[in-house]
């Protein structure tokens, strides 16, 4: 059995129209896997928009994944962040808890404890911004499915590399 | 630089002839109407105008193929962009540059369900190496002088270019292709020296080497080829090619060992799974050549050149990759090994090539001579290559046992000879695609080797051929039968012919005379070289309606899930070999 790993790479690419659907289609019409991307602009002056795409698959998978990556025109770079070393990987959830009574009294004790922050409150509901790996977000989610959650947003994992190396 | 302000259509018109473009296949309709309009008005380009725009774009693929220039395409909106669709996905898989042009409703109306609309970038993504929406008369410019670029470099590939109508009429200023630089796409073309000296190296210890030619010779060029001949000379190695790269080792070369794959050589497969050292040269491992993967030449070292480095390590790892040009890799390497690679171990090679002498002279190809009353389509194509060899001829095919028929035994001596659908497999390919060479090279024999149910698909361009008065010859090899479709289901489904006999073929013949051109039948092995004869003395398009023995297999056939030494040499094999449950499923 070959290994699935999962690689987060991220991708410089010309904010041009249609450059998302070209990374989307590029991905389900060759049947890989996405477990999150997300996309912005993120240099105004030249128009480069960086793509965040967390994927798995076998290394031979992931190693086509890159090269199909490359030779898309409006890609200039890609990085292999899970390959190049240490790395900071983020996402954000806005979780949505209604209710009343202790269940919610509850919520709130455990958003403390994963330093979740509350952005909106009514007498029956919270909404809680959390922002951090992806699994601490799962577990926060996990914890709170009994306490009354009813909906989720979540932002997909942006990423960068530690150290002072630019892409 | 003031530029003097054209209309966007001139803009089209001089952005081509800056490009050197001289021949536009193309389709009239409304929303490219403005572009007819200034066509009309100049002398510098030509337009072909064919009868459906899937054939405009295989005739830009055959001009393409047959001169190493981009091939153009001109077609309007919705269904004319729609119908250029397979020549598109065609040229994506064979590698092919081509620019297509294809008319929009005007830039306000895009989203609308306008008439004649049709998301073309959208539909074209993935079967275009890249494409272009112009929304700005101001970008026109350097969009096409980029989609020409990015057609021709690197892996070259298909671009649509999707123009608005109001974007035609609109005034804009003029850019020409020098002051053009693409933001970020260069390919790379160099490869790295150290791998370079590590191939020489791998190479001059090779015991058992084989070098597999592909489409990527024929895509770098004559001197690529060149150097591939002279690189396969020096070391002494068999050599053999895929489909795509047939002629880029001239066929006559005592060491060409015939095409590899499902129909290739008893000779170059075996080599294929014997070798020690195999050297990829522009060639991409497609299922057609390597069989089942987990038995593809298990014992040797791979060697990989490719300018694309998707096509590494994709289906089979291999050992060394070099990224870069065939050309210049070839160059590298022929400078550096130039002592070293001739001095191989020479009783190890001469053993080699025993091995290889034996396999040679099982004489796989080999087919029932003796019929007197039926003719094998395997004579027929002998008895064409005979009479063409040493005329400056250009062979293109549709696709099925012909064009497989056609691969084995007509040979190649030179690159860019050799037209045919191979990734996509797309009946109906072979009559355009001769019309695209014929334009390229008026004065050239140009030979569509076709299949009686192909040649159908695309049999309106006998129009296009009778416009342009253009020599085409057609060689049906009629067996009445989708040939390769029964032969699988001969092999796979217990011989239940399902739908694969065409019933009601048209007479060929008069299918000529309608369309202006001469036709003839032949069924009696004794009058095929005359007719073969009065083919090629016809100075106008002919249609040679063979009537071949309809029973015919192709073999040698490595069947889907099979190994390359698990080969069905002929009708004896069949039964014997049975076809897996795994190969079943695969086509
Ligand atoms: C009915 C049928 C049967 C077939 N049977 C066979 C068969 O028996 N044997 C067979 O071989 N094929 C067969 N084919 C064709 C097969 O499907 C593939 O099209 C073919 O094998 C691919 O050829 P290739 O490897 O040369 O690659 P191509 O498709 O020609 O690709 C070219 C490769 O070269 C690279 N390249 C391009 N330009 C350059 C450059 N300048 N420098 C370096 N690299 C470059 C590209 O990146 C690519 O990887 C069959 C097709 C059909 C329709
Ligand atoms: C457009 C298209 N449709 C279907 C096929 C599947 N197919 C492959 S070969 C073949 C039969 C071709 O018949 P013919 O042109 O008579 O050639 P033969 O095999 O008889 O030489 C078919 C239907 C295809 N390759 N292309
Ligand atoms: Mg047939």
């Known amino acids: 059995m070959v290994e699935i790993e999962r690689h987060t790479i991220a991708v410089l690419v010309d904010n041009e129209p249609g450059v998302l659907a070209r990374v989307i289609g590029l991905f389900s ?36 994944i890159k090269a199909q990556l490359s030779r898309l025109v409006p890609v200039h770079k890609i990085r292999d962040l899970t390959d190049e070393g240490p790395f900071v990987e983020r996402e954000m959830a806005l979780i949505k808890i209604a209710g009343k009574g202790d269940a919610r009294i509850e919520s709130l004790r455990l958003a403390d404890i994963f330093r979740a922050r509350v952005v909106d409150s009514t007498t029956e509901s919270f909404v809680f911004e959390m922002t951090g790996s992806s699994e601490k977000l799962n577990a926060f989610i996990n914890l709170m499915e009994p306490l009354g959650l009813v909906e989720i947003s979540r932002t997909g994992a942006v990423a960068i590399s530690r150290g002072a190396a630019s892409f | 630089m003031a530029a003097e302000p054209l209309s966007g259509a001139d803009i089209v018109i001089k952005a081509l002839v800056d490009q050197g473009v001289d021949v536009v296949f193309g389709y009239p309709g409304g929303a490219v109407l403005p572009i007819y309009d200034s066509l009309f008005k100049q002398n510098s380009l030509r337009h072909i105008l064919v009868r459906h725009e899937q054939g405009a774009v295989h005739a830009a693929e055959g001009y393409a193929r047959s001169t190493g220039r981009v091939g153009v395409v001109l077609v309007t909106s919705g269904p004319g962009a729609t119908n250029a669709v397979t020549g598109l996905t065609d040229a994506l898989m064979d590698s092919v540059p081509v620019v297509c042009l294809t008319g929009q409703v005007p830039t306000h109306l895009i989203g609308n369900d306008a008439f004649q609309e049709a998301d073309t970038t959208g539909i074209t993504r993935p079967c275009t190496k890249h494409n ?42 003029y850019t020409p292709p020098e002051e053009v630089r693409h933001k970020s796409y260069r390919p790379q073309l160099r490869p790295d020296p150290v791998r370079i000296s590590q191939a020489v190296e791998m190479i001059a210890r090779a015991k ?70 195999m050297v990829a040269v522009g060639s991409r491992f497609d299922d057609r050549v390597t069989g089942r993967l987990n038995a593809f030449s298990p014992g040797s ?32 390497i022929l400078a550096e090994g130039a002592a070293s690679l001739h001095c191989a171990d020479s009783a190890a090679r001469s053993e080699w090539w025993r091995a290889i002498d034996k396999w040679r002279a099982r004489d796989c190809l080999r087919y029932d001579r003796g019929r007197r009353d039926l003719i094998k389509p395997q004579y027929a194509i002998e008895r064409l290559y005979e009479f063409t060899r040493d005329r400056d001829v250009y062979i293109t095919t549709e696709v099925g046992q012909h064009q497989m028929w056609a691969a084995q035994f007509f040979k190649f001596d030179e690159p860019n000879r050799w037209m045919t659908s191979g990734g996509l497999g797309t009946m109906g390919y072979g009559l355009p695609a001769a019309m695209g060479v014929q334009i390229a090279h008026p004065e050239a024999l140009v030979i569509d080797i076709a299949g009686e149910a192909s040649v159908l698909m695309n049999i309106q361009e006998m129009s296009t051929i009778a416009q342009y008065r253009l020599p085409v010859k057609v060689f049906i090899l009629n067996n009445q039968y989708m040939g390769m479709v029964r032969q699988w289901q001969e092999l796979l489904h217990g011989g239940r012919y399902s739908e694969s006999y065409t019933a009601a073929l048209p007479d060929f013949v008069k299918l000529a005379d309608a369309f202006g051109a001469v036709g003839r039948r032949v069924e009696d092995p004794a009058k095929l070289d005359d007719a073969i004869r009065e083919m090629l ?20 056939m490595i069947p889907s899930g099979a190994a390359h030494n698990e080969m069905l040499l002929g009708p004896e094999d069949e039964a014997e070999k049975p076809v897996s449950e795994e190969g079943m499923v695969l086509v």
Do not use: W
Request: with cysteine.
């Open chain 2, 208 to 277: 058992r080497p084989l070098f597999y030619g592909g489409g990527g010779l024929i895509n770098s060029g004559p001197e690529a080829c060149a150097r591939f001949a002279e690189l396969v000379r020096l070391t002494d190695a068999p050599c053999t090619l895929t489909l795509m790269g047939l002629g880029a080792l001239p066929a006559s070369d005592p060491h060409f060992l015939g095409m590899v794959g499902m129909h290739g050589t008893y000779e170059a497969n075996l080599a294929m799974h014997g070798c020690d050292l």
């Open chain 1, 29 to 64: 019409g060759r049947g890989y896997n996405i477990e999150s991307l997300t996309v912005a602009e993120v240099d105004r002056a030249n128009g480069l928009s960086r793509i965040t795409i967390v994927t798995t698959g076998t290394p031979m998978i992931i190693e086509q």
């Open chain 2, 132 to 173: 272009y929406l112009v929304k700005d008369v101001r970008e026109l410019a350097r969009m096409l002088h980029e989609a020409f670029y990015v057609a021709k470099s690197g892996r070259p590939g298909p671009v649509v270019v999707d123009l608005p109508k109001d974007v035609l009429f609109a005034p804009g200023p």
């Open chain 2, 301 to 332: 070292k791979k060697i990989h050149i490719d300018i694309d480095p998707s096509s590494i390590n994709k289906n089979v790892r291999v050992d060394l990759p070099i990224i870069g040009d065939v050309g210049e890799a070839l160059s590298a």
């Open chain 2, 537 to 556: 003395d016809t100075h106008s398009a002919f249609i040679l309606d063979v009537a071949v023995d309809p029973a015919e297999n192709c073999f040698p």
